[in-house]
RNA sequence: UGGGAUGUAGUGUAACGGUAACACACCAGACUUUGACUCUGAUAUUGUAGGUUCGAGCCCUGCCAUCCCAGCCA
């Protein structure tokens, strides 16, 4: 079976063929984000497309810091986006670039625009500015169009000379004043800006702008195709007009697709920040984040995210993926490579009446149900457990095959046993559980081959760990309507970090590394991590099945 | 109301002009050493109105809806 092509497969399959634009020449894409924060699930769609389709088609893909502008960028996203990109498992080799790098470049093609009489010096400033822009029905307005190309030059010059404050001058394309397309109403190129520069530090106060640094940056590059997010539709023919007036030695395309939506979750930058920022989450990695940090910290892998941008396709469409379908691919990835352990959460105590006092055994119990390579596992039984609370209940409900009076059910991997009686609290709480076993069902199997509907799982009282236990869901924001970017921190969920006190631990638990994945019985996966400060277990449930939370 | 783009189940993605398919979600059932996993089944007048054609999701025309654009941000 021929598996379908997206439409920008059928671009570069067109064009790489015979007769095609880039007959003769390797796909040659590249990543750009701008070092202002942290890459999240979106930016791994992007990444998903640019360096999977530089694998699928035997080309390259360049890593390039977008860093055009001196104000917002700083270096430390650098380091931390290379190391995301890296776990995510992408390589651009030896091509790792800084936009700024060719600032000197770029720098020299906007004199060659000025000198072809194809953009000059403009005096207005930046209220000014947007005054004669025009409207939808009005060209703009441009003053020093017809100024002479020497005088631009000269003062063009004069402005990396740092010989004037800061918006006194732009220097603009002259393209068209009339355009529906305001891109296209001589837009500015060049910016004053008295900022030090994160990497150039102080060489420069002039800085371009995206619109004209981007064409020239893949062009340098020898980048073939451009792949960009759909709000820079309106912005292609300006970056053909860059390519077309400037003497650069490629000829990128640019091509757009709808980025990544989710639901329940912000994938803005500015927003992410401002949790960050406002305290609402401890950093960008906080677990409950749609980074690539935090969905590490929360047991994500790799591999999974992957798989999700994948398979959500490339098209044009803009769309809304639905959450659970990301942490669909988590489980499928994680039911196949998770080891698996037994942890109590709600617990109550399940007392086996008949088992002998100071009695104690040793089960092997699988690891992974579905890879036998992953072996077995010694885990310690006694008279006294703890199960979980809602495995028993006073009053069973139409088929609850779990523990009530008079049923039998099989405790994982150990024995069966027939609940006999229970036992509440003062406040009318169910606490212990009683049951009797059936010595001849060890391992689980009845010896008269009778049927067991429920098997439930169980921590050794005698041996099991206390510890605190912090379930981090996503964080989940209420859907439609779309909050506005001022309130949007009103209708965080807060359920999203659960913090159980008294959860039972298998003691197999004790030596979990931080971003180890463990299935949790029943109700979903967690990954252990270390905190050291409490030495307490920290559990990131990664993904949570069917008691996940869903605002209405 | 200027320019650019997009409309296929709840969601996302497919379908040389020839029986609208797949995945997720949901519901129903089977299986199961966890109710997970696995399996089976159910779910669409392809935004809308016309036109071309033996035949239209696909081609043509009008309409409607939604998204993006008037930063010296990217």
């Known amino acids: 079976m021929e598996e379908s092509r997206n439409f920008i497969e059928v671009i570069i399959d067109e064009e790489l063929s015979e007769g095609g634009r880039c007959e003769g020449q390797r796909l040659h894409t590249r990543f750009p984000p701008e070092p202002n924060g942290y890459l999240h699930i979106g930016h791994c769609k992007a990444m998903v497309i640019n360096f999977g389709l530089a694998e699928q088609y035997n080309g390259l893909c360049n890593l390039r810091m977008d860093d055009t502008n001196p104000e917002k960028e ?41 000198k072809k009489g194809l953009a000059y010096v403009c005096e207005l400033g930046a209220e000014e500015l947007s005054k004669y822009r025009g409207d939808t029905q009005t060209p703009a307005v441009s003053p020093y169009r017809e100024r002479d190309k020497e005088e631009s030059l ?31 109403r001589d837009p500015v190129l060049y910016r004053i800006r008295y900022v030090e520069h994160h990497r150039q530090k102080n060489k420069w106060c002039i800085f371009p702008m995206y619109d004209f640094a981007h064409p020239i940056q893949d062009a340098i590059e020898g980048i073939t195709h451009s792949l960009c997010s759909l709000e820079y539709e309106d912005h292609r023919p300006l970056y053909d007009w860059v390519i077309d007036n400037v003497s650069v030695p490629h000829r ?50 790799p591999e999974s995210i992957k798989s999700f941008c994948k398979r959500i396709g490339v098209t044009k469409v803009n769309n809304v993926i639905e959450y659970s379908f990301l942490e669909h691919c988590l489980r499928e990835d994680l039911n196949e490579k998770a ?14 009446r008949n088992y002998p006092e100071g009695k104690s055994e040793l089960f092997d119990i699988e690891n992974n149900p579905v890879d036998e390579s992953a072996g077995t596992r010694k885990v310690s039984f006694s008279k006294n457990l703890w199960i979980e609370a809602d495995d028993f209940m006073e009053e069973p409900i139409k088929r609850y095959n779990r ?7 099989r405790l994982k991997g150990a024995y069966i046993v027939k609940c006999v009686d229970f036992n509440k609290n003062e406040a009318g709480i169910v606490e212990e559980v009683i049951c009797d076993y059936d010595p001849e069902s060890r391992g689980g199997n009845a010896s008269d081959g009778r049927k067991i509907r429920g098997t439930i799982h169980w921590v050794n009282a005698a041996d099991s760990i206390d510890a605190e236990v912090r379930i981090y869901s996503n964080l989940f924001l209420k ?42 019985l029943r109700m979903g996966y967690f990954t252990p991590d270390l905190d050291s400060s409490s030495e307490k277990l920290i559990f990131n449930r990664s993904v949570a099945l069917k008691d996940s939370f869903k605002p209405k």
């Open 74 to 114: 700083e270096h430390e996203y650098v380091e931390a986006i290379q190391e995301d990109i890296h776990w995510l498992g992408y390589d651009w080799g030896d091509r790792f670039y800084f936009g700024s790098d060719y600032f000197e470049q770029t720098y020299l093609y906007a004199e060659e625009l000025i």
């Open 154 to 184: 000269d003062l063009f010059r004069r402005m990396r000379a740092g010989e004037f404050p800061e918006e006194k001058y732009t220097l603009r394309a002259k393209i068209d004043l009339a355009s529906g397309n305001f891109n296209m």
């Open 339 to 352: 080891e698996r352990v037994m942890a109590v959460l709600k617990p109550i105590k399940l007392t086996i």
């Open 252 to 301: 990128p395309r640019q091509i757009e697709f709808a980025r990544l939506g989710m639901s329940y979750t912000v994938m803005s930058k500015r927003r992410l920040r401002r949790l960050v920022e406002e305290g609402y989450v401890s950093d960008w990695d906080d677990p409950r984040m749609p980074t690539l940090c935090g969905l590490r910290r929360r047991g994500y892998t």
């Open 403 to 409: 523990l009530y009076i008079g049923n039998e059910v």
């Open 479 to 520: 859907p439609e309507p779309e909050a506005s970017d001022k309130d949007f921190v009103e209708s965080i969920n807060p359920d999203s970090l659960e913090i159980i006190e008294n959860a039972k631990l298998e003691r197999s638990l004790k030596d979990a590394k931080p971003g180890e994945s463990f299935q949790f």
